[in-house]
């Protein structure tokens, strides 16, 4: 006989795919195991791709990796108490992000909450506000069609995140028996009917004549070079906003605006796209009160507007009249001016040099947070490639598991996935390289600059606390990378001089790269 649970999973699941989920990720445990059952049915019939991690959080950012590089939601299955809440720190930069997770977390049912009974807490809460909503689920029993419930929850869970990509939790509780031999997942077919968003656009027709700049933060996308080159501005792009390339791109704005040119107090009104994050002067500008802010409404990363002074937040744009190319002449003459070469010195901005020539089309290069992403928006060149980073809150965690979810979800047959991180990132997420073998072959490259700990604190402030920088703020770590590479499985390269860097960046594999900054 078929366990309600087991019909419950087999439908909801096979409704989750029907709707477009390509990836389910799940780590072990026992109430969860109707889901985990139905998911490996489905994944043996290849009709989804699963992976499996034993630790949550690892899995959580894994799954964000893939979640962004595909545009697409991914599916999540935990068991009960501190697995769900190792999902934290994914959700929330998710939440920030606008990355599509469903979250399916398992639970007791209603008579066993609040009684001491083992693994069990609130977990309707549990997110607070990172989570756009929670689906409370009430655990199947044999009176209720399951295969019908199953199936309204998941395509009520689907239009939810289509019409607002994010987290979504849907709590599943589970009664005993909480498994069964059948149905098997695999031969259950569902129809999901297309969802279509109707969404009202706000349009702007702005006056041709004030000096513009474009900012491109994270999640800017295209629009933002779109909306640039045909009406001849500027655009100063974060190297993860998927805005930096074409002509209009200043690959120096950062030096420009750090030395005061002249031409960086003429501007006149800055439209930004997506969330900027790396620039304090980038910053500058929104609190100017002689410069006009144009927020074009982010689909992924929530409003932006840093100083409360948004004159118009929008969606699309037009100019009332002719525009004028001398402006945009005049920060492309100054753009080559303030271009700094290239010497055969090991250091951060020649590293970025290197990354980013290695990486080609059907490549993809993922940024840590701290130093390098801020070396690169300063040194990288203007290149179509694809770059992520989690500038949703911008942590230090779960680096090495997001790239490797992007690995496993971006279209790259034979391509890389390179990993810029600091030593610190890497480190905060060893667990992360511990891989599902069943994953498969992937070309997946962490450059770790290891730099004896968080040198992006030798910038701050605090630097000037002599005593204390050390131990409470750079914290060198003496961890030896090469055992670590070892002990799971990765190849590993020592790179002393900038000469070895661009080999070991072609070593196909999973290979730990250690840049030694002296
Ligand atoms: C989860 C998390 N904890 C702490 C921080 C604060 N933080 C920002 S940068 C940084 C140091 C990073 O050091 P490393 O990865 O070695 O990069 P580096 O700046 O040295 O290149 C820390 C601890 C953070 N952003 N995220
Ligand atoms: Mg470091």
């Not at 605090?462 to 670590?484: C, G, I, P, Y």
Request: one cysteine or more; proline letters at 4%; charged letters at 20%.
């Amino acid at each position: 006989m078929s366990a309600p649970a087991q019909v419950f999973s087999a439908h909801l699941l096979a409704t989750l795919i029907a709707g477009g989920v390509e990836h389910i990720y799940l780590a072990p445990g026992s109430r969860s195991q109707s889901l985990a059952i139905a998911a490996d049915q489905l994944a043996r019939a290849g009709r989804v791709k699963l992976h499996v991690r034993v630790d949550e959080r690892v899995m959580a950012f894994t799954a964000l990796g893939t979640a962004l590089a595909s545009q697409k939601p991914v599916a999540i299955i935990t068991t009960s108490g501190t697995a769900v809440a190792n999902l934290h720190p994914a959700v929330l930069e998710a939440h920030h992000a606008g990355i599509p997770l469903l979250l399916l977390t398992a639970d007791r049912p209603e008579e066993l909450r609040g009684v001491g009974a083992n693994q069990t807490t609130d977990q309707i809460g549990l997110f607070g506000p990172a989570i756009q909503h929670v689906f409370d689920v009430e655990a199947p029993d044999a009176e209720n069609d399951q295969a019908a419930r199953a199936l309204d929850v998941g395509r009520a869970a689907l239009d939810l995140i289509a019409s607002q990509p994010g987290p979504i939790q849907l709590n599943l509780a589970f009664r005993e028996p909480l498994s069964s031999q059948t149905p098997d997942a695999a031969q259950v077919f569902v129809e999901v009917p297309a969802f279509n968003i109707e969404q009202s656009v706000a349009f702007a027709v702005l006056p041709a004549e004030p000096k513009t700049i474009v900012v491109a933060g994270a999640g800017a996308g295209e629009a933002a070079v779109e909306l640039a080159e045909s009406f001849g501005w500027p655009i100063f792009a974060e190297p993860s906003s998927g805005a930096r390339y074409g002509a209009n791109a200043i690959a120096n704005y950062r030096r420009l605006l750090e030395n005061e040119h002249e031409l960086t107090k003429e501007i006149e009104r800055v439209i930004v796209f997506g969330k900027p994050t790396l620039s304090r002067k980038i910053n500058a500008l929104f609190f100017n009160d002689s410069i006009e802010t144009i927020v074009v409404r982010s689909k992924s990363h929530g409003l932006f507007d840093v100083a409360h002074r948004a004159a118009q937040v929008v969606d699309e744009i037009s100019v009332s009249n002719e525009v004028d190319f001398e402006w945009l002449n005049s920060w492309r003459n100054l753009d080559e001016k303030f271009e700094v070469a290239a010497n055969d010195e090991l250091n951060r901005a020649n590293i970025v040099r290197e990354v980013y020539a290695a990486t080609t089309d059907g490549d993809c290069l993922v940024l840590g947070a701290s130093r390098m992403i801020r070396v690169a928006d300063e040194f990288a060149p203007v290149k179509p490639l694809a770059v992520f980073s989690n500038r949703g809150l911008a942590g230090i965690d779960g680096t090495i598991s997001t790239a490797t979810g992007i690995a496993l979800a971006y279209p790259n047959d034979g391509g890389f996935t390179r990993a810029l991180i600091g030593d610190l990132t890497a480190l905060h997420d060893v667990g992360g390289l511990a891989i599902d073998p069943l994953d498969g072959e992937m070309n997946l490259q962490l450059v770790v600059v290891n730099d004896g700990g968080g040198s992006i604190f030798e910038g701050l402030e605090v630097a000037k606390a002599k005593e204390s920088f050390d131990r409470v703020f750079k914290t060198k770590q003496n961890v030896d990378f090469w055992h670590l590479a070892e002990a799971y499985g990765w190849q590993y390269i020592r790179v002393e001089g900038l000469e070895q860097l661009a080999p070991a960046l072609q070593q196909s594999g999973r290979v730990l790269v250690e840049v030694v900054l002296g």
